[in-house]
């Protein structure tokens, strides 16, 4: 199984990736044993630990020369009670026994986690940046889409993973890698049917290309008329023309077809499936009419769709048990119903937003790749745009009174020995 040998079941080791393995890891993981072992001994395994998390793609040495022993935190302030007062009334009878009641006394601030910020430093990587915003499926494959030439940072091509990210820098990846990496990879059918697409496209494109350059074949070219180029509108008939026969489609084949739809319409839906098709397959007809029976409306897909299949519209709702019992009585199975309507109308819209492509690297209709939901959270020093695959890096990570806002899988005592190593290391 691919991946398997970077994560390991038996020492685990966890990292910064979805994969199921590594996800398991995470659910079974335990605070090092400390009670038998020296401090350098603790030290170590903290630090070996946690640096397979946090930056595992970069070298000791390099990391050595980015830690700090400064660690960013902040401490919040009322600001109510800033404007109200300058302080005087704590200082008052101090030392000489004074103390105030209890519901005057300051509630105390929780504890701030400051040795979770030992790794803040890596965070301003643009792989590890990318990984955070949810545009890669691991700093490993976000290291990839760099060296790729697929970011941008401040709307220029950036090919270093290592790129430090300074506040208000814009990055952004190219959504089709996104929706590659974040997406559900196909199985072995959708893949077969992605090959032979390949192929056939292939072999069309090859039969297109002229064999030879010969003055003959050049002169007999030149004497074929060529044929019209197809209008800009091409492509968007098209797929209007398939997402009516994949809906279509969807009806023969739904449970409840047999039930909703008598024989006769069966017969008719199969015939317009046929329709199209053969309008598919001579695409100079379809473009020489202008596509006059189609229209860009979901309503208008629609109401074409229920005039094709010779489907009345639902009548309104009753308002009372008797017009409920006679709607009961005299309900018509060829009649599309208001659910039915608004099914058929969410399932074309779906058909358009999201269709089905087999020529995709990832499985389509797009859906989340499984075990995505566990690492679905975006840091609070991040802004991200998924609709354009786009975030800003707004600030650097601080520690603040019950929160460190570095993801860490790792407690307060874990990142405390791994910082005390580093700095007996400085």
Not at 84 to 109: C, N, Q, T
Not at 124 to 137: E, G, H, Q, V
Not at 292 to 303: F, G
């Amino acid at each position: 199984m691919r991946g398997k040998g970077q994560y390991s079941l038996k020492k685990a080791k966890l990292r910064q990736s979805w994969h199921k393995y590594n996800l398991y890891n995470l659910s079974r993981a335990e605070p090092p044993i400390v009670t038998t072992r020296t401090f350098f001994q603790q030290k170590w395994t903290a630090k070996s630990t946690a640096r397979a998390y946090h930056g595992e793609t970069v070298r000791e040495k390099h990391w050595q020369r980015m830690f700090r022993r400064r660690l960013r935190a902040v401490v919040p302030m009322d600001h109510t009670d800033l404007a109200r007062s300058d302080g005087y009334e704590h200082a008052e009878g101090r030392g000489s026994g004074l103390e105030l009641h209890p519901s005057k006394k300051p509630s105390p601030f929780p504890k701030t986690p400051y040795m979770n910020m030992t790794f803040a430093p890596l965070e301003r990587r643009l792989d590890t940046a990318i990984f955070r915003a949810m545009f890669a499926s691991s700093t490993r494959q976000a290291r990839q889409f760099v060296t790729h030439g697929d970011v941008k940072v401040n709307g220029k091509k950036m090919i270093y993973p290592g790129y430090q990210l300074n506040p208000g820098d814009m990055f952004q990846v190219e959504p089709e890698r996104v929706l590659f990496a974040t997406g559900a990879p196909k199985d072995a059918r959708e893949r077969r049917a992605g090959r032979l697409a390949r192929r056939k496209a292939e072999a069309s494109k090859d039969s297109e290309d002229p064999t030879s350059d010969s003055p003959t074949t050049t002169a007999a070219n030149d004497q074929v008329p060529t044929e019209p180029e197809a209008p800009p509108d091409e492509a968007s008939t098209k797929e209007t023309l398939k997402s009516l026969l994949s809906q279509a489609r969807s009806l023969l084949t739904a449970p409840s077809s047999s039930t909703t739809l008598s024989a006769k319409r069966k017969q008719d839906l199969r015939a317009f499936q046929r329709t199209l098709k053969r309008t598919l397959s001579r695409p100079n007809e379809i473009f020489a009419q202008k596509a006059t029976n189609l229209t860009d409306s979901i309503d208008a897909q629609l109401q074409e769709l229920a005039q094709k299949l010779n489907l009345n519209a639902a009548p309104p709702p009753p308002e009372n048990d008797r017009e409920r019992a006679a709607a009961a009585r005299d309900r018509n199975p060829e009649t599309l119903t208001v659910e039915n309507s608004s099914l058929l109308r969410q399932a074309l819209a779906e058909a358009r937003e999201n269709p089905i492509d087999v020529t995709k690297t990832y499985a389509t209709p797009w859906r989340p790749r499984p075990y995505m939901s566990a690492f679905a959270f975006i840091p609070r020093f991040l802004e991200v745009h998924h609709r354009i695959c786009s975030a800003v890096y707004l600030r650097h990570p601080v520690a603040r009174p019950g929160l460190g806002e570095v993801p860490t899988p790792f407690g307060n005592d874990t990142n405390a020995l791994a910082h005390n190593w580093y700095l007996r290391r400085r």
